[in-house]
């Protein structure tokens, strides 16, 4: 079969890989009719060092399922299914206190041992924790909101809750890349009365007030952290989502919640330490977040997506097949695309 790899910075290649099959009686084998290239993809795709054997990229799609192994119960051949980007076995402690992020036997898609989404099929482990089934057609037009789910939506959702997001609340979004317009949804969804995006791309910026956002803060930086308090009368905002993961995205982020307020955060973090820790001590800001347990919150918005509340199919701006993938890498590091879809 045909799948994405990444060799090394600014190399990614669909190559000819062994083909996915089932080794485990809980896995079960899927054909991806869907996939993305994630924000997050783009750490790796600037920083890799080379290496010969490279690493199978992907981690958000849907598929069918052709087959299961003896012990899966839950999913069948022919279901139609999205996957979260972390897969899971829905019954350990962490699992079931609703972090399967956590997972005792769980893990991650791609790298050197297993497959990614970014490829034509998939080999699932743990498949009952794991996989949702949709209850859709394979070509239903709401097909790219319901990719979201298996990541930035959740993670945006993930983001709005871990910095408590309440009716009536002030929220902060830093960063306009898809997580954080998703953030954006979440935050409304959530009963934010004002929405603040700090971002800088007119087309994100444009998406983001259709979502909801009711005020836009283009700075950076000391001016970006001005402009808010600004905007909230010299307090600060209740709610701040961090969707960026660069030391200062989050010092901009603690700076801008107020005293008692809380900065969830689901950019991967690409620094060690946590700036600001001064002032968000003395101004007691909570700071939390992680990766999201996306698989706890695809049941929970998927009403919202097949009853059209909700649209975060939007984020993705082009589409391409498989051998498009490497051109949809630089296209979306170059800032000309917010979000690829790969369609199979
Ligand atoms: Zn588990």
Known sequence: MRATVMYGAGDVR????????????????????????????????????????????????????????????????????????????????????????????????????????????????????????????????????????????????????????????????????AVGLCGVIAARRLGAERIILLGRHADRIALAKDFGATDVVEARGE??????????????????????GLETAMATAIAIARPGGAVGRVGVPQDATIPNARPSFYRNVTIGGGPAPVRAYIEELLPDVLEGRIQPGRVFDRVTDLDGVPAGYRAMNEREAIKVMITF
């Open 14 to 177: 669909v190559d000819t890989v062994p083909d996915a099959r089932i080794v485990e009686p809980t896995d079960a084998l899927v054909t991806v009719t869907r996939a993305c290239i994630c924000g997050s993809d783009l750490w790796p795709y600037n920083k890799m060092a080379p290496t010969g054997v490279g690493n199978r990229m992907g981690h958000e799609f849907i598929g069918r399922v052709e087959a299961v192994g003896a012990d899966v119960r839950t999913v069948k051949r022919g279901d139609l299914v999205v996957a979260p980007f972390a897969w899971s076995d829905g019954t350990c402690e962490f699992c079931r206190q609703g972090l399967q992020t956590s997972c005792l036997h769980g893990g991650w898609w791609g790298g050197t041992e297993l497959d990614g989404g970014q490829g034509e099929a998939v080999r699932i482990p743990q498949a009952d924790g794991t996989l949702v089934v949709l209850p859709v057609a394979a070509d239903h037009a709401l097909m790219p909101s319901l990719l979201t789910l298996s990541d930035v939506m959740g993670t945006g959702h993930h983001a709005a809750l871990a910095a408590r997001v309440r009716p009536g609340a002030i929220a902060a979004v830093v960063g306009d890349g």
């Open 223 to 244: 001016e970006a952290v001005e402009r808010v308090r600004e905007l909230t009368g010299g307090l600060g905002a209740h709610a701040v989502l961090e969707c960026v």
